[in-house]
């Protein structure tokens, strides 16, 4: 039970907190409506930090003990995640495209995924809370929660990989808009993407940071990658 209530949790805190977030801070007397964006922006990132220390303190001993054990090989162990970050990302690559066919036969629109490629950003501010934010803070704490949190309460390896994937598109297909049909189709990417990243856990005994450094490097080089090879 502690395990699930643990895992809703952080659940809520990841897909929730945000929206609710500048109303909490109305009732405590910031009015964020005078604030610039970079403000916004700012107080969004410290939500963020907030987020992950909040996740970390409650799975603080899986993550330091899977560091651990990562870091013993650190040099072979980021060659294998190089390996998976290849194969996530063409794999992903492939389901979107044929997510596209399928929206297009059924005559919906397609979501894609959507990535700055922050290299060709300039070197301000913003790009730096949207990097550290968007391709180190969040991937992190979605690998914590959609592959180890999942996997952790349910033992099966199977069952522990599908379900990943399913309750990462859930929440995922919330923040999406549009027709039932072009959620479902849109999510299909996220669902190859999350029950890879479950795989790359399960096969490497349950060590998260083999699932974490693969999504961090997909967020930040997929994109790349697969312009410079299509």
């Not at 609710?20 to 990132?45: C, H, M, Q, R, W």
């Not at 899977?66 to 290849?86: E, G, Q, S, T, Y």
């Not at 949207?130 to 349910?154: A, C, E, Q, R």
């Not at 598109?169 to 027709?179: H, N, T």
Request: hydrophobic share 55%; charged share 15%.
């Amino acid at each position: 039970m502690y395990k699930f209530i643990k895992l809703l949790l952080c659940i809520v805190l990841i897909n929730f907190a945000e929206i609710y977030y500048f109303d909490i801070l109305s009732l405590i007397g910031i009015n964020v409506n005078a604030y610039s964006l970079l403000i916004k922006e700012i107080l969004i990132f410290i939500l963020f930090l907030i987020i992950l220390f909040s996740v970390y303190y409650l799975y603080k001993d899986d993550i330091t003990r899977d560091f651990r054990r990562f870091k013993r090989n650190i040099f072979p162990n980021l060659l294998m995640v190089i390996v998976f970050f290849i194969v996530v990302t063409f794999s992903v690559k492939v389901s979107e495209y044929l997510s596209t066919l399928i929206a297009d036969y059924f005559k919906v629109k397609y979501i894609p995924l959507t990535f700055i490629n922050v290299f060709n950003e300039p070197l301000n501010i913003n790009s730096f809370i949207y990097t550290i934010k968007n391709i180190l803070i969040i991937p992190f704490i979605s690998s914590i929660i959609y592959v180890h949190g999942i996997n952790d309460l349910i033992r099966d390896k199977n069952k522990g990989i599908l379900f990943s994937g399913l309750v990462a598109v859930i929440f995922i297909g919330l923040g999406l808009k549009g027709s039932f049909l072009t959620i479902l189709f849109s999510v299909i990417p996220y669902f190859i993407l999350y029950i890879s990243l479950s795989w790359i856990y399960r096969k490497n005994n349950n060590n998260v940071w083999y699932a974490s450094v693969t999504l961090i490097f997909y967020t930040l080089l997929g994109s790349i990658l697969i312009e410079k090879i299509l």
